[in-house]
């Protein structure tokens, strides 16, 4: 019998916390329909953003002072910067922060810039950090632009077939690569009065250490060819690539003045323009640093800045969370909602169409403005929140674009990727240049089970294409049971998406895959009941399913474990931990990044996970009666 009240009671605090969650959750939504929570990363955005500023000559003493204090706020006991909340200390990061705290007026003796010194020095100095720190650095005189791994523009002559043209870069990485050719053609040395001779510890560039695989000392051989063609170029050929990739990123300016809506491509671009001429008023550069403006967060005496804001993705979650927790179709939040988000359908043919040309357009992208890179994972979840609207010939037609968009971008292989078909050249990855994060978009499990579970929901669970799909799942599967998650940590996040659509797709809950899974989900289950994963399984297998427990992880375990119709004590402890942790206003508190950007590199702490994923778990286990 205590069993039995303890069970009933477990069901009441859950349903309670929904009530709460979803209270909270409809409070956030703008009066135009859509949601966006903060896209959190790290203070590279804030340091880049001061270095900017200082490139441009526009440098205002009021907003340096507000961002610095932001810097200075996310330091570590020891001095240094990391990429995550509760991760290791990073090197460039580090360096970055300095240089722009001394930018901001800070002096060296100063403790917690001496601590961050010998930390630099400690590391093998600013010689080995990453190739975006030194191009930032030789833009004042702090390293050499001859110890830069050379991108020249002439890369814009390569055709599509050719090894490392331009479009075997994946899209975030192919406009950061095209800006940054201009900039690095025209190599330019704007001095800001400091120096960093106390970060150096004299050894040779990273790029140039010993090199043993055959690729690595072909590259580096090719590196050297072409600093010496730097020295020298084709006058006319020179000219005649800066005006091509000019005329390529001019064509690719969003209505909200960026690039791609991330914040690589958009600083890169608007110095790209600026060397090539541009004035401060000129449209295109003044749009650029308005749009900017957008991606700010100021509170009291602090500034921050986003790398990208996620509405379409944010709105899409959020729908599909309300209907989970028993939104009706006609709710008049899910109405707007999906009003915005069919006025956010993408009817450009964007960079995807260079591989898919016969594709007609359709899709959705991540971002407010964002025409020229729609997306896989946006569409598909796009789709699914739509079909949790009021039908109509509209919403009917948008997704079914949608889905023979998503079914046109399949790679080769029968999986996809997140914004391209079959960008998967892995020669990139060698160049010198490319040490930044991932530069290629090889298909993932999370992004392929996504689609499966759209195509299952469209009635195509039993289409070849998604039976291919599915069997390339399987495959994906790691021995101990999980799935790798490449744009959320981590395989938490691959085992929360994968489970649920096999099952969506029809594989029974009894299949070997679906059982391995629960088995290993049960065992990195903490002890406190939730789940978390460190974001250093990326690099360390020890780390996979380990970590502290969060809502978002917690939720998407619970998510999978629902799909798999289990109703056992790692439900009902995972559910009690949501409940025991909810906060009073109804949401979570939820510090660790949960996100991925580039794994190992650029990691993301969405603020409304904390929110909509639980919603979606309790909802599920609540109106299944699972608990």
């Known amino acids: 019998m205590s069993g ?12 309670a916390a929904l009530t709460a969650a979803v209270g909270h959750l409809r409070d956030l939504q703008s009066p135009e329909g859509w949601w966006k929570g903060e896209l959190e990363t790290n203070i590279t955005m804030e340091a880049e953003d001061l270095l900017l500023r200082a490139f441009l000559g526009i440098a205002d003493p009021e907003i340096t002072r507000k961002t610095a204090k932001w810097i200075r706020s996310k330091q570590l006991e020891d ?39 010998q930390f630099v020095r400690d590391r093998g100095g600013v010689e080995r950090a990453r190739v975006f720190t030194k191009i930032w650095l030789s833009l004042f005189g702090l390293w050499s632009w001859d110890h830069v791994p050379a ?29 940054l050719t201009v900039v690095s053609a025209y190599r330019p040395v704007r001095p800001i009065g400091i120096a960093i001779d106390e970060l150096r510890v004299g050894g040779p560039p990273l790029h140039r250490r010993k090199i043993t695989d055959p690729w690595g000392r072909a590259f580096l051989r090719l590196d050297r060819v072409l600093h010496r063609y730097e020295r020298r170029p084709v006058r006319r050929l020179r000219e005649a690539a800066l005006a091509r990739m000019e005329r390529w990123i001019l064509e690719r300016q969003e209505a ?49 800045l986003e790398a990208c804001q996620s509405p379409v993705w944010d709105t899409a979650l959020a729908v599909v969370a309300l209907g989970d927790a028993g939104a009706l179709p006609s709710d008049p939040a899910i109405a707007r909602a999906a009003g915005w988000l069919l006025g956010e359908e993408v009817g450009h043919r964007g ?9 007609p357009t359709g899709g959705w992208a991540f971002e407010f403005a964002n025409d020229w890179y729609p997306d896989i994972d946006d569409t598909t979840e796009v789709a699914l929140a739509l079909r949790r609207a ?35 050249r892995a020669l990139v990855r060698r160049l010198p240049f490319c040490d930044f994060g991932e530069v290629i978009d090889p298909p993932s499990a999370d992004v392929t089970a996504h689609v499966v579970e759209m195509l299952a929901h469209e009635g195509r669970a039993d289409d070849p294409i998604t039976r291919e799909a599915v069997d390339w799942l ?4 790691e021995p101990e049971g999980s799935w790798f998650g490449r744009w959320g940590a981590n395989h938490l996040y691959g085992t929360g998406a994968v489970v649920p659509a096999l099952v969506a797709a029809r594989v029974p809950r009894e299949h070997a895959a679906v059982r391995r899974a629960v088995a290993w989900l049960e065992n990195v289950q903490n002890l406190d009941g939730g789940w978390g994963e460190d974001l250093r399984s990326y690099q360390t297998r020890r780390w996979r399913g380990v970590g502290a427990s969060t809502p978002s992880q917690t939720a998407w375990a619970l998510l999978a474990l629902h799909a798999a119709g289990e ?12 409940v025991d942790n909810q906060l009073p206003d109804g949401t979570w508190d939820e510090p660790y990044f949960t996100g991925t950007g580039f794994p190992g590199d650029f990691y993301i702490n969405y603020h409304l996970y904390r929110l909509v994923f639980p919603v979606t778990a309790l909802g599920r286990l609540v109106r299944g009666e699972m608990l």
């Open 4 to 15: 039995l009240l303890e069970q009933t009671t477990l069901r009441r605090e859950a349903e």
């Open 79 to 117: 001095g240094t910067w990391a990429i995550f909340h509760g991760g290791p200390s990073d090197l460039s990061a580090t360096i970055e922060a300095y240089v722009a705290l001394r930018l901001a007026g800070d002096a060296t003796d100063a403790p917690h810039m001496r601590a961050a010194a």
């Open 151 to 179: 991108m020249p523009p002439e890369l814009i002559f390569l055709p599509r077939w050719f090894p490392l043209n331009l479009y075997d870069f994946a899209c975030w990485a192919r406009q950061t690569v095209a800006a």
């Open 256 to 304: 909200d003045g960026g690039w791609g809506g991330i914040q690589p491509p958009w600083v890169y671009s608007i110095m790209a323009l600026s060397l090539r001429g541009y004035a401060l008023d000129h449209p295109a550069i003044e749009k650029a640093l308005r749009g900017l403006e957008g991606f700010t967060i100021t509170e009291g005496d602090v500034r921050r």
């Open 351 to 359: 960079d995807w169409a260079i591989r898919r040309p016969e594709i």
């Open 390 to 424: 009021e039908a109509s010939p509209a919403l009917d037609a948008a997704v079914a674009r949608g889905v023979e968009w998503t079914i046109g971008m399949r790679s080769k292989d029968g999986a996809w990727g997140a914004f391209d078909a079959d960008n998967v």
């Open 474 to 477: 399987l495959r994906e599967q």
């Open 567 to 578: 109703r056992s004590d790692a439900v009902r402890r995972g559910v009690a931990w949501l």
